[in-house]
């Protein structure tokens, strides 16, 4: 059983809460680079057929927002050649299908025009299990062992290897946590993931969702936890850049960050009692 660890921009917010003084550093800005945002996610018992993609540029450090990137030509094909078209919304960098089909285990391949560019990518959507409907809380959570934790379940299948993502919003906490896991240990187990904070009191509705995942963007996901310092250890590591699977075919110095995947993904409510 793990416990949820938070990402780096919790990490950065509770450290600028304690400080007095915010000091800016003159820093240099490198040379914007495309931000591909294609999370296909197909929560369980809905068609599947309304999802985005979202396009913008990387900016400076202080930078409040992210520009946005239009003018953009976004498409998905399967395997049958069956291609679904990614509109924009006007001038707003999100491209929007209303049309998509998601299968398990079919294999998606993303096409994105852009500035007589093409960047390509390809990626098969997992399946995710059920989060069980018994969530097990207690009020010994934490390290000091007095906060709220709550626990939940699921059935992992043993026929095949599989990889997960969790994510846990909190009315505490201004971005979600997240946790990776795998069942190389735990194959076809019953699993267990838990969650606790401070700030928990009753009432409080805790959103818990659960993706079904590929082995490459497990990796992926573990490498950005890492980089953030949100993988729970006490050593930080030096900020990198971590890449998806994303490739630019017409000039591969000229790369993308971002990831294209598709997943399963249970959702499930809590309320603190």
Known sequence: ?????????????????????????????????????????WVKGTPGNEQKIVL????????????????????VTNTQNTVFTFNEIPNTGEYICSDFQPVIGETYTMTITLNGETYTAIETL??????????????????TGDEFEITYHYQDNGTEENFYLNRVISPHVIFPTFEVEDDNYSNGSMMSE???????????????????????????????????????????TIPT???????????????????FRLAEVSIRDYTIQ
């Open 1 to 41: 059983m793990k416990t949820l660890t938070k990402g780096l921009l919790v990490l950065l917010a509770l450290a600028f809460t304690g400080c007095e003084e915010v000091i800016n550093v003159d820093l240099e800005t490198a040379e914007p680079k495309l931000v591909i945002d294609a999370s296909i996610d």
């Open 126 to 143: 997992i399946a995710a299990p059920n989060i069980e409907a018994a969530i097990e809380q207690n009020s010994t959570g934490g390290i």
């Open 241 to 259: 850049a971590v890449r998806g699977n994303i490739v630019n075919q017409t000039n591969s110095q000229n790369f993308a960050f971002g990831y």
């Open 194 to 236: 838990s969650y606790s904070h401070e700030d928990l009191r009753a009432g409080d509705i805790l959103n818990i969702r659960l993706y079904g995942m590929s082995k490459r963007y497990y990796m992926y996901f573990s490498k950005l936890l890492l980089a953030s310092g949100g993988d729970g250890s006490p050593f930080p």
């Open 56 to 75: 913008s540029t990387t900016t400076g450090y202080y930078s409040p927002t992210f520009p946005t990137v239009s003018g953009a030509t976004v498409i």
